[in-house]
T-cell receptor, first 109, second 116 residues
Framework: GQQVMQIPQYQHVQEGEDFTTYCNSS?????IQWYKQRPGGHPVFLIQ?????EVKKQKRLTFQFGEAKKNSSLHITATQTTDVGTYFC?????????FGAGTTVTVRA | ETGVTQSPTHLIKTRGQQVTLRCSSQ?????VSWYQQALGQGPQFIFQ???????GRGNFPPRFSGLQFPNYSSELNVNALELDDSALYLC???????????????FGSGTRLTVV
């Protein structure tokens, strides 16, 4: 079955620095979605990418969908303490989303 | 517009017991998906309901079952609870216009189930 892998599992970032988290699928995806889960919370939708090579930006967050529609990345610039949480990518095919294990981000002030 | 609500928020059960978790989907949504999230892991797909029928199932045994009602609310039932069933159970609703459309989910806050 479809598997979605994320790296790194943990990301410790100095406030103000940039970082990137990566997502890879074992199969071609119809779409990729990204969610953020704050500690003790539930996943909250961030964005959906559908087209091959698509790039979308949300303020300091840049999302990219690979040309082969099997990988994706999330790049955060000038990290802030509000960026703390776990970022999940979720690969979509037909009816369901398959989530990766997430990248847990901590920020050093 | 109301979001997704789940009940109860926390639950403690004994191994071998049965449990029912409930989910009210967001207004206007017709599809409900259930996920199990163990501590430190990503959500694992249990099953999805669309128009009151199961529309896909993950790698979970038959003792995990569900229902969707005409108002699109849903229940997750787990029989013969095992210790490994301890997890956060998340309900996510979405609107589907066709049977194979990629869906954007709105998650509820989850039910934290502890099996002792």
């Amino acid at each position: 079955g479809q598997q979605v892998m994320q790296i790194p599992q943990y990301q410790h970032v100095q406030e103000g620095e940039d970082f990137t988290t990566y997502c890879n699928s074992s199969t071609t995806l119809s779409n990729i979605q990204w969610y953020k889960q704050r500690p003790g919370g539930h996943p909250v939708f961030l964005i959906q990418l559908v087209k091959s090579g698509e790039v979308k930006k949300q303020k300091r967050l840049t999302f990219q969908f690979g040309e082969a529609k099997k990988n994706s990345s999330l790049h955060i610039t000038a990290t802030q303490t509000t960026d703390v949480g776990t970022y999940f990518c979720a690969g979509g095919n037909d009816y369901k989303l398959s989530f990766g294990a997430g990248t847990t981000v901590t920020v050093r002030a | 517009e109301t979001g997704v609500t789940q009940s109860p928020t926390h639950l403690i059960k004994t191994r071998g017991q049965q449990v029912t978790l409930r989910c009210s989907s967001q207004s206007g949504h017709n599809t409900v998906s259930w996920y199990q999230q163990a501590l430190g892991q990503g959500p694992q797909f249990i099953f999805q309901y669309y128009r009151e029928e199961e529309n896909g199932r993950g790698n979970f045994p038959p003792r995990f079952s569900g229902l969707q009602f005409p108002n699109y609310s849903s229940e997750l039932n787990v029989n013969a609870l095992e210790l490994d069933d301890s997890a956060l159970y998340l309900c996510a609703s979405s609107f589907r216009a066709s049977s194979s459309q990629a869906l954007r989910y709105t998650f509820g806050s989850g039910t934290r189930l502890t099996v002792v």
